[in-house]
């Protein structure tokens, strides 16, 4: 019988987390969860009710008013927010500048961790963020914290930008990774910090084919593992 375990891929913004974790589900049959994406669809949501991402009261009383869903269309996870489709919104500069405060809120953040912790309760999921493997599932099989250097990151950022033609500066990019990187790090709720149990990847010199092939050995590994576990 197939045996699923849970696949946790936290790290820095922009590491090429979602591209690693997608490429993993793929080869697994797994399904992949992001879970930034949720955190921008909420704060996509509060931008156009024109709520202040500061306001937390007012944030907290209209957390019941967001609903957040994957689909699957053409191959590609989609986010939808309240029925509609935001992928692509939700990836954009002014989206990314107000997230990181978004999700400093306590409130926010059990709301979604308990949403990601349901889609993850049958396993056979790769779920990327930054509280994956020490809140969501502290109990993962497999946790790996990836990182690479702000301006590796910051370049890979302004190369994919350019080419969905967005006008970006890469000093404004970078400016947006660091301060993504200190307050997500630095947050009282569930900072980003690497789990006792994580392996470390920096990927600054990996191409993607290196970086899968051996994060894919790593999960084939521990799904053998946690057979012989469930045997013995
Ligand atoms: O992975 P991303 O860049 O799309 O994430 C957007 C923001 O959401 C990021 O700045 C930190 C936050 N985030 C979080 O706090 N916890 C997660 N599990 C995922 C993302």
């Known amino acids: 019988m197939k045996n699923n375990i849970i696949i946790a891929l936290d790290g820095h913004s922009?590491?090429?987390?979602?591209?690693?974790?997608?490429?993993?589900?793929?080869?697994l049959n797994y399904t992949y969860v992001d879970t930034g994406a949720m955190y921008r669809a909420v704060t996509l949501y509060l931008i156009q009710q024109d709520i202040s991402?500061?306001?937390?009261?007012?944030?907290?009383?209209?957390?019941?008013?967001?609903?957040?869903?994957?689909?699957?269309?053409?191959?590609?996870?989609?986010?939808?927010?309240?029925?509609v489709n935001v992928e692509e919104e939700i990836r954009k500069m002014y989206v990314s500048?107000?997230?990181?405060?978004?999700?400093?809120?306590?409130a926010v953040r059990r709301k979604l961790v308990q949403q990601q912790q349901e889609m993850g309760k049958n396993k056979g999921i790769?779920?990327?963020?930054?509280?994956?493997?020490?809140?969501?599932?502290?109990?993962a099989e497999?946790?790996?914290?990836?990182?690479?250097?702000?301006?590796?990151?910051?370049?890979?950022?302004?190369?994919?930008?350019?080419?969905?033609g967005q006008e970006v500066s890469y000093e404004?990019?970078?400016?947006?990774?660091?301060?993504?990187?200190?307050?997500?790090?630095?947050?009282?709720?569930?900072?980003?910090?690497?789990?006792?149990d994580a392996i470390i990847i920096d990927?600054?010199?990996?191409?993607?084919?290196?970086?899968?092939v051996y994060t894919l050995k790593l999960a084939q590994q521990t799904i053998v593992k946690s057979q012989n576990?469930?045997?013995?």
């Open 203 to 212: 990927n600054t010199l990996l191409s993607r084919d290196e970086q899968l």
């Open 126 to 139: 790769v779920m990327d963020g930054r509280d994956i493997g020490t809140v969501v599932f502290p109990a």
């Open 97 to 106: 500048d107000l997230v990181s405060p978004v999700a400093t809120i306590p």
């Open 53 to 83: 991402v500061t306001d937390v009261e007012q944030v907290k009383a209209v957390l019941g008013d967001i609903s957040i869903h994957f689909e699957r269309i053409e191959g590609k996870n989609t986010t939808f927010l309240n029925g």
């Open 229 to 232: 576990d469930l045997s013995s």
């Open 172 to 196: 404004a990019i970078l400016k947006n990774l660091q301060d993504r990187d200190r307050i997500d790090s630095t947050r009282a709720d569930s900072p980003l910090k690497k789990a006792k």
């Open 14 to 27: 922009s590491c090429g987390k979602s591209t690693l974790a997608k490429s993993l589900a793929k080869a």
């Open 142 to 164: 497999l946790k790996i914290f990836l990182t690479a250097s702000a301006e590796e990151r910051a370049n890979r950022r302004y190369k994919e930008l350019l080419e969905k």
